[in-house]
């Protein structure tokens, strides 16, 4: 992909959405944390997909991504983000997108890209993905926990 657009950066950490970011005042971490845990406490594990390869850009179109889109286990994530939706509600802040595609993202850059990236590169990646021997395996993703990120503190919460 760096040769269609020579300054994509890899990812450093890997991690699918199920909202938007917001911000939450100091004040609301403890109760926007125990809502999310009581919302998410009898969702049970569930594996998905994540093996179409796909160009996003944010809002703003101020970055652009490649990613892994999810094509099995959307209806989970769907049941998902409704829960997590109403814990966004409850204290007034956006919810998450109303037909959302579901991906894990790759690689990043600055700016509106996305015409560099479809066509021939994006062709060419799934060629990657639809070829690699081990994909059926790799490509399938276990969900073991939700994790809400609030500054630099994690929240997790397992799945059953």
């Given at each position: ?82 829960e997590v939706d109403g814990v966004l509600e409850e204290f007034d802040l956006p919810t998450f997108y ?63």
């Open positions: 992909a760096r040769t269609f657009v020579p300054s994509l950066a890899a990812m450093e950490e890997f991690h699918l959405s199920l909202s938007q970011c917001v911000v939450l005042r100091y004040h609301w971490i403890e109760p926007f944390v125990r809502s999310l845990r009581e919302r998410l406490a009898a969702f049970h594990r569930f594996f998905c997909v994540a093996d179409q390869v796909k160009v996003y850009t944010n809002q703003n179109k101020t970055r652009t991504f490649i990613g892994l889109e999810v094509s099995a286990g959307h209806f989970q994530l769907l049941e998902l983000v409704s109303k037909d959302p595609s579901f991906h894990i993202s790759l690689a990043w850059c600055v700016g509106d890209l996305a015409g560099r990236l479809e066509g021939q590169c994006l062709r060419e990646l799934q060629d990657i993905v639809d070829g690699f021997e081990e994909s059926a395996s790799l490509l399938r993703i276990q969900w073991e926990q939700i994790r809400c990120k609030s500054g630099n503190k994690y929240f997790s919460f397992p799945l059953r």
